[in-house]
């Protein structure tokens, strides 16, 4: 009913930027939420970054003033802008959605993106 698809991994080097991006399509009346999770090897996949409908933002301790969480309404479109990139940042990071789907289909339903890897180098 909905997907994601998402962009923007890839290697780079510490102290490097990059920039994520999730788009959604399918049956989507409207969007409760938007958030940015990442799970390294071995370890809980933990939130990043998360955007509500009403614009409140909030994001972990560890990438505050670094990342950037914004969206594109009119795209149904979330990014992840990535800077000062550090090692412990390599993950693969998902977007979410949390969305009310069209025609009484659901509310609150919950969608993950296939993963884009985060690679971090010296």
């Known amino acids: 009913q909905v997907q994601l698809v998402e962009s923007g991994g890839g290697l780079v080097q510490a102290g490097g930027s990059l920039r994520l991006s999730c788009a959604a399509s399918?049956?989507?009346?409207?969007?409760?939420?938007m958030g940015w999770y990442r799970q390294a090897p071995g370890k809980q996949r933990e939130l990043v970054a998360g955007?509500?409908?009403?614009?409140?933002?909030n994001y972990a301790d560890s990438v505050k003033g670094r990342f950037t969480i914004s969206r594109d309404n009119a795209k149904d479109t979330v990014y992840l802008q990535m800077n000062s990139l550090k090692l412990e940042d390599a993950a693969v990071y998902y977007c979410?959605?949390?969305?009310?789907?069209?025609?009484?289909w659901g509310k609150g339903r919950g969608y993950w993106g296939q993963g884009t890897q985060v690679t971090v180098s010296t």
């Open positions: 979410n959605f949390n969305v009310d789907l069209t025609r009484g």
């Open positions: 399918g049956s989507i009346f409207s969007i409760n939420g």
């Open positions: 955007i509500r409908s009403g614009g409140n933002l």
